[in-house]
């Protein structure tokens, strides 16, 4: 199969080092806090933050920092065949622990004690790069809540195949089999809080591609701060300010 | 979704604020003498609807409605099933309503919210009546039938709410009727073994000897497409299309079905205090009649 055509072009019309079409917009659920709509290419992600608010489940409070918890879950007609259980399986667990730990690792929770913050992914449309697209929907979620973190943590995934080091993976790629790496990065403070990689790869090459998925992460940074900023504008302007 | 205040004082707007979270009855009660609601609506306006067709594009048909910010969305996934004995020319529809956590503050992950069975409940009650004599419900099932007795059309129904601001039922059926109105039946082809299979847009090294049957993707045909209604009632105030809000304090919630040729479909109202039947369905009626 031949994932990169001889001319390096790829499946759908880019070129190895080239992201798929970002878009974001902040406050579409008016009853979250803060909520967010991230999109890559075909993958569309709304994600929800509510908080801080009190401790549902007292025996889990926590005397000097907030709770932070996070549930991913897809839709029964997001992915080509329509899936059975939506939220419960492993895949879905396993993506919602690791996006409460990169996102609790940014998050202040040192000055929300005893409360605790809920924050809810919803995949409306998977097309690979779903673990990405929710981190940076999260991302925004949270600012639009207004939730002290340290940083912003942007994320991006990589990939190598037909021995060329491929850029944020459409599922077409994604299922081809090759090596897939998962970067979460804090871009201002550069600083790495999320790496996950599957199958085998050379360690050289590794670092390349590590590379790759970081580069990847600034962009996605670089215009995650000019939605914030214009939207920050908005609000200035709607407060006559 | 500013509070009216009458004194642009800092201090005072502060004070309605409070005044809205912790006395929510009289604020309300103080807005309907004036007959108008917090958000500036008359007592009989529905909120603006939006609807958008094809929002998922791996569904085969799909729909995004928004009743003001209630937002639901709704696709449909054909399958192909053997029918059962007793209906060897119908198809089946399967309704699923979902309420996942980012829709509303209330909603806990884990435990299913209160109004999702009821919402769903309702939502296939109305799409899929069998009422025995003249008119039937929205869709024939004969019309999902493929091979009489061997294959028909399985149609899972899933609508998502990404947003609860009141008025669930009526934004869900909309979502519900628009993407009913957008599907497209996809290809299928007979298989070797004899099984009617469905053959995916794309033929990348396509096997050899397998033909759509249906080569032109026809629509569903609605027969009447349903439109409903849900007022609150309040001491003699009857409010239209209520916000989260409204329907938190207010006691009696009634929905009303019609359908495309002005026939009530259904009347729902449950429980609560009792008030003039009569004048409850006419100011429904109008108010319906007013929004198709």
């Known amino acids: ?32 806090d803060g909520s967010a709509v991230f999109e890559m290419g075909n993958t569309k992600v709304i994600a929800a933050v ?13 005397n000097d920092q907030a709770l932070v918890r996070c549930e991913y879950s897809m839709p029964n007609f997001s992915t080509g065949d329509r899936m059975r259980k939506p939220k419960g399986d492993r895949r879905s667990t396993e993506i919602s622990l690791v996006i409460r730990q990169t996102m609790e690792a940014c998050i202040l929770t040192h000055l929300m004690p005893r409360s605790q913050i809920d924050i809810f992914v919803q995949v409306l449309s998977a097309d690979g790069g779903t673990r990405s697209a929710c981190i940076n929907a999260a991302t925004l979620a949270l600012a639009d809540a207004g939730i002290p973190m340290r940083d912003l943590v942007t994320s991006c995934s990589a990939g190598y195949l037909n021995s060329t080091p491929l850029l944020d993976l459409s599922y077409f790629e994604d299922s081809a089999g090759g090596p897939d790496v998962t970067v979460g990065i804090l871009p201002k403070l550069d600083k790495v809080t999320l790496l996950q990689m599957d199958a085998r790869l050379p360690i050289d090459i590794f670092e390349n591609v590590v590379q790759l998925a970081t580069e990847g992460c600034k962009a996605v940074a670089n215009y995650i701060h000019e939605v914030l900023l214009e939207n920050t504008k908005q609000l200035e302007y709607r407060r006559g300010l | 979704m500013g509070p009216m205040n009458d004194s642009s004082d800092l201090s005072s707007e502060m004070e309605v604020d409070a005044f809205r979270r912790l006395f929510p009855l009289r604020f309300h009660e103080r807005h309907l003498l004036e007959s108008i609601r917090p958000d500036g609506r008359p007592l009989g306006r529905a909120r603006d609807t939006t609807l958008a067709f094809g929002a998922v594009a791996s569904a085969d048909g799909s729909a995004l409605a928004k009743i003001g910010c209630t937002t639901m969305l709704a696709a449909i996934k054909m399958e192909v099933m053997t029918p059962t004995v007793e209906s060897p020319n119908e198809g089946c529809i399967a309704v699923e309503f979902h309420m996942p956590p980012i829709c509303s503050p209330t909603v806990r992950p884990g435990r299913p919210a209160e109004v999702a069975p009821v919402v769903s409940k309702q939502l296939s009650d109305t799409i899929l009546r069998q009422v025995v004599m003249t008119f039937s419900g ?67 090294g396509g096997k050899s000897g397998k033909e759509a049957v249906n080569k032109e993707q026809r629509k569903l045909n609605l027969i009447s497409i349903p439109f409903s209604l849900t007022c609150t009632l309040h001491n003699n105030y009857i409010l239209a299309d209520p916000t989260a809000e409204e329907e938190s304090i ?34 429904s009626s109008d108010l319906q009649k007013a929004i198709i």
């Open chain 1, 1 to 32: 199969m031949e994932y990169v055509n001889p001319e390096g072009i790829r499946e759908d019309g880019r070129r190895p080092l080239e992201m798929r079409h970002l878009h974001a917009e902040i406050g579409t659920v008016a009853r979250a």
């Open chain 1, 50 to 62: 509510y908080g801080p608010r009190e401790v549902q489940n007292r025996s889990q409070q926590l």
């Open chain 2, 138 to 204: 929205m869709i024939d099932l004969k019309d999902l039938s493929l091979v009489n007795g061997k294959a028909a059309w399985m149609a899972y129904l899933d609508i998502y709410c990404l947003d609860a601001d009141g008025a669930l039922f009526d934004t869900a059926l909309l979502s519900a009727v628009a993407a009913f109105c957008h599907l497209k039946f996809p290809m299928v082809s007979l298989n070797d073994d004899g099984r009617v299979v469905v053959v995916s847009g794309e033929s990348k």
């Open chain 2, 250 to 283: 207010m006691e009696t919630l009634v929905t009303v079905v019609l359908d495309s040729s002005l026939q009530l479909v259904s009347f729902y109202k449950p429980g609560g205090p009792v008030l003039a039947f009569t004048s409850a369905v006419m100011v």
